[in-house]
């Protein structure tokens, strides 16, 4: 108990500390845009993923692939690559009847990236092709299980979903100064059988030293992965409780990411989001939330 509640304190003061550096990204963008004079948005490296909040979507989140000290031009693809160590505070909002307001966590940040393979606790890639504009991948990341039978009495009795390991492929596309990102995901633990596809657009705005990633997308989620998330079976109906099988869903989402360099290979990174869950997660008698609103902060160090 002690161990939780001295874990649950640092995400919150981590948190706290990556509103404050969103909002001063925030209001320094608009100070710059109010006195800049109108240019062409140069085309950059996008972050080499969007946020993804832990309840609907993999939790482990990808290091930016634009932080300094990253693989240089002419290094070997494969082992030319660079080691990120870091930490990330998480906390997001609970979508289960009776359960915390809040839901907090943290990370531990440790990855290898070189141009054309990422392998860390956050996730796995291997480019097989790509060019100047396009890429294909492999890829692979971990869903944690989105709740547990103790964390309320309304879900008391619910079997405990088993943490899945997915894998598929992702297929990334420049467009003008941002990129389109499609990838596809498949349960290859028994975890839950479902399958995810996501479609996002992300475009990079350059303020002074401060990197920011706006973004948003649509996600679609099978019935066995909305089942997995939100459904209750038979063996989980009680009085107050009914059974309920979702159908698929599609859940839009928006996102933003910050980045400031603090020294040459140490980096802060703020990172928000929001989903909007459909009638297939809504209709659910364990969801009582029609969102989802996450806010994350950390630091990582590459060498």
Same mark, same amino acid.
């Given at each position: ?41 140069? /085309? ?165 030293? /401060? ?6 997308? /649509? ?80 630091? /990582?160090?590459?060498?």
């Amino acid at each position: 108990m002690v161990f939780k509640n001295i874990s649950q304190g640092l995400a919150y003061g981590a948190i706290a500390l990556g509103v404050g550096f969103c909002a001063f990204a925030v209001m320094l963008t608009l100070a710059e845009m109010a006195h800049a004079e109108p240019a062409e948005p140069a /085309v950059q490296e996008i972050a080499t993923a969007t946020i993804k909040p832990t309840q609907t979507e993999p939790v482990m989140t990808e290091l930016p692939a634009n932080i300094p000290g990253n693989t240089a031009p002419n290094a070997d693809p494969w082992l030319g690559g660079t080691w990120q160590i870091g930490a990330m505070g998480e906390v997001s909002t609970s979508i289960y009847r009776d359960g915390d307001d809040w839901k907090p966590g943290g990370l531990p940040l440790i990855a290898y990236d070189a141009e054309r393979l990422h392998v860390g606790i956050d996730g796995l890639r291997v480019t097989a092709w790509k060019n100047d504009r396009f890429s294909v991948s492999a890829i692979g990341s971990v869903r944690m299980s989105p709740f547990d039978s103790g964390d309320g009495p309304y879900l008391a009795g619910m079997e405990d979903r088993d943490i899945a390991f997915e894998a598929g492929a992702e297929f990334t596309a420049k467009a003008g100064a941002g990129e389109i990102k499609a990838s596809h995901l498949f349960d290859v633990s028994d975890a839950h059988d479902g399958q995810e596809i996501d479609v996002s657009y992300g475009q990079p705005t350059q303020v002074q030293a /401060v990197t920011l990633v706006w973004g948003g997308g /649509v996600t679609w989620q099978s019935e066995d992965l909305t089942d997995y998330m939100a459904g209750v079976r038979r063996n989980e109906v009680r009085s107050d409780r009914a059974y309920y099988k979702p159908d698929a869903a599609f859940i839009p989402h928006l996102d933003l990411m910050a980045s400031y360099p603090l020294y040459d290979s140490l980096v802060l990174i703020g990172k928000t989001g929001i989903q909007y869950l459909p009638d297939a997660y809504t209709d659910s008698p364990i969801v009582d939330e029609d969102y989802i609103l996450s806010l994350s902060f950390g630091a /990582v160090y590459t060498f």
